[in-house]
């Protein structure tokens, strides 16, 4: 099965500072590869999706980036953290083909003081 | 990409049968139905999925009528571990399998 490790689990960051956040996949190769946020109380926001190595789509403008270095690994970067960038962020991964599944990371909680 | 429509909230009592329903009234051709089950601080994880009329597994049935421009999600005899939040997505996957979660319908069980 797919497995999503994430890391860490909570980060307290201060206004300003980087930010890098990595997940890993195992279980299947080639996988699509995606990044959200989530709010206290709400849905989630799609940020990135990366249909393979190097192809990052951005969906929603911000303070963030996104890079795909290798098949299985999604890097979640800022050069300077804002108050705003607080939340919660999942990464997640589905297989290559129509109408599959996400499965999802166990989430950072990131706190921007 | 079809629009998803789910209430906000839903309160039930341990062993009752919970259904939710989504609408979706755009609901295209290619179009599938996927409920995946959020609980606090984890991510969401995958329930159920179906096309048209009714898909079971383990955990949930799923009812989709012939028009398909709603679905149910049922829950047999609820416990206080099923208080989560239930998202219904609706996607072809043509779109490179783009997930667009809603606000979910919070199901609250009580004892």
């Known amino acids: 099965s797919q497995t999503i490790h994430q890391w860490p689990a909570t980060l307290v960051q201060p206004v300003g500072s980087p930010l890098s956040l990595e997940c890993t996949v195992e279980g299947t190769s080639n996988p699509n590869l995606y990044w959200y946020r989530q709010a206290a109380g709400r849905g989630l926001q799609l940020l990135f999706y990366s249909v393979g190595i190097g192809q990052i789509s951005s969906e929603v403008p911000q303070n963030l980036s996104a890079s795909r270095p290798q098949d299985r690994q999604f890097i979640l970067s800022s050069k300077k953290l804002l108050l705003s960038d607080s939340g919660f962020y999942l990464c997640?991964?589905?297989?290559?083909?129509?109408?599959?599944?996400?499965?999802f990371g166990q989430g950072t909680r990131l706190t921007v003081v | 990409l079809a629009k998803t429509t789910q209430p906000i909230s839903m309160d039930s009592y341990e062993g009752q049968e919970v259904n939710i329903t989504c609408s979706h009234n755009n609901i295209a051709t290619n179009d599938y139905i996927t409920w995946y089950q959020q609980f606090p601080s984890q991510g969401p994880r995958f329930i159920i999925q179906g096309y048209k009329t009714k898909v079971t597994n383990e955990v949930a049935s799923l009812f989709i009528p012939a028009d398909r421009k709603s679905s149910t999600l049922s829950l047999p005899r609820v416990s206080l571990s099923d208080t989560a939040v239930y998202y219904c997505l609706v996607d072809d996957g043509r779109n490179f399998n783009k997930f667009y979660f809603g606000s979910g319908t919070k199901l609250n069980v009580k004892p």
């Open positions: 997640a991964g589905s297989r290559a083909n129509l109408n599959t599944e996400a499965f």
